[in-house]
């Protein structure tokens, strides 16, 4: 072991360390300094490609160690996805009947985001880089339109939010991360909440629903888009898997299963719309 | 050596999901360096390798940094005040270190994000986190300590004045 430093020395260093990390930790937990965020983004962007060969080149190990560790799910995985293509050759032949119905279930369900506002499709380059958050990495960033705020969804519905976004990549904080809330409504926007993440292995829940009000399982809950909200309108989020009222709570329980396959992110689309201030 | 730990924990370990998580290389840079540099290095090397992971992460920027900088000093400190010569050669005390101590970290980490409010403690999977994290992190540490050992003597002979 190398000799140690003086004692005033290591004070020193220790002091002057520790005080830049908690400047950098305020000044970014206080809504993001612009000097901290520059960094991450023209970061990202300069090793993006780097990042991208070590990917390329260290992938097929990554895959060998997962699947040594899931083999089991894998051949489960596999079985559902036979069974799941053979359901969809099945399909092809009502495809044009389901269609129709298609377009009849997103009139029903007032989802004027899909022709209304326009859309970038990205593709997922990261997912769930750290343990304490629900995040996605996407392709597409300022210079395709992407900023702060925009709504991401993917064929079932919310995907999430765009919360930090660089010249050629943004961050997308999932529905199920621990920070996201999102308010919701049933379609006749009757019921107005607010839905809670709980991290990636968790279901979502809503918040503030009454005992007396009806919640039935199954029900589908959208983005309540209400003035000054943070998502438009109309973006399924969820559906109700479990509503009960605890004895003597006020409130109900409501357990939510995401819209969205966020277990299947390659791609997503970027709603460019921006919440109002 | 930092930044390749950094890329290969972004680009290949993050993907490595295991009960939901993944193992998190990076402190076992800091902690490696305080028992073999002592205070000072685990410090700096824990200030360095949380600044450039915290490039990457959706959380706060710095706290990886702060976390990393607290282990590689308090490992350090320790191994200095009990005088303990760490042979890079016999990986064990390494891999007990990388375990207990990245266990501390994500605690650590986890009890900064719920009092700045970043991310609330029930929305983080506890009991696959502290398992897998200091398992991997530990089995990791055989690979690191004789790296780090490398790159701490080569660092030492760069800056000798002969």
Known sequence: ?277 | MISLVTLLQIALVAKWRIFGVHPEFTYCLPIAAGLLGGAQSGALVGFASGFAIDLYLPTPFGLTALVATLMGGLVGLLIDRERVAVDASVPILGSIFAASFSFLALLSFALISAIIGTTPLSGISWLPLLLVVPFFNALAMLAIQPLMAWSLAIETRASAPW
Do not use: C
């Open chain 1, 1 to 277: 072991m190398a000799p140690g430093p003086r004692p005033r020395r290591l004070a020193l260093t220790l002091s002057v360390l520790l005080a830049l990390s908690i400047t950098l930790v305020t000044l970014s937990a206080r809504g993001g300094s612009s000097v901290t965020s520059g960094f991450s983004n023209v970061t990202r962007d300069v090793t993006k490609p780097f990042a991208s060969g070590i990917n390329a080149v260290l992938a097929p190990l990554g895959r060998f160690f997962v699947g040594a560790f899931r083999y089991g799910a894998v051949n489960d995985e596999n079985a559902r996805l036979q069974a799941a293509l053979g359901r969809v050759k099945q399909d092809q032949a009502s495809r044009g009947f389901r269609d129709q119905q298609l377009r009849e279930l997103m009139a029903l369900s007032h989802l004027p985001f899909l022709s209304a506002l326009p859309t970038v499709v990205a593709q997922t380059t990261m997912i769930d880089v750290s343990n304490f958050a629900s995040t996605i990495t996407i392709d597409k960033g300022r210079s395709q339109g992407v900023t702060v705020g925009m709504p991401v969804v993917a064929s079932g519905g919310l995907v999430g939010q765009v919360i930090e976004a660089s010249r050629s990549s943004s961050i997308v904080r999932l529905v199920t991360d621990g920070s996201s809330r999102v308010g919701v409504a049933t379609p006749k926007g009757k019921l107005i909440s607010l839905v809670v993440g709980h991290g990636a292995t968790k279901k979502l829940t809503v918040d503030g629903i009454p005992s007396t009000s009806s919640v039935l399982k199954d029900q589908r809950l959208f983005t309540s888009g209400l003035e000054g909200g943070i998502f438009p309108r109309g973006i399924p989020v969820g559906t109700v898997e479990q509503a009960s009222s605890p004895t003597g709570s006020l409130n109900q329980t409501i357990l939510l299963r995401p819209s969205a396959d966020l277990s299947h992110l390659t791609y997503v689309d970027v709603v460019l719309w921006e919440p109002t201030p």
